[in-house]
């Protein structure tokens, strides 16, 4: 069971506090061209048919989710990744 804590929307968290995870896929892009390795921009979490996305992001400044390196957010069931999202293209 994957088990954590919502603020923003309570409700729509509680529906997500005990779903069995059913998949987990880390999305690798390699690193640069000087160093070996790659780096994970995106972990989706598969609930049966429910989605849950981290991505390396967080508030920007304009109050919309932006690229962070420091910081997790959490999308469930997103419409759509964020452009910036390198992996989603």
Known sequence: MLRFGM?????????????????VQLHYLPWDDYIRGSWCTRITVRFGA?????????????GRLSPAADNVAVLLD????????PTAH
């Not at 429910?50 to 304009?62: C, I, N, Q, T, Y």
């Not at 997103?78 to 999202?85: G, H, V």
């Open 7 to 23: 603020s923003a929307n309570a409700a729509h968290g509680a529906a997500w506090s005990e779903k069995k995870v059913t998949d």
């Open 78 to 85: 997103p419409p759509q990744l964020p452009e910036w999202e």
């Open 50 to 62: 429910a989605v849950a996305e981290l991505l390396l992001g967080g508030d920007g400044r304009d």
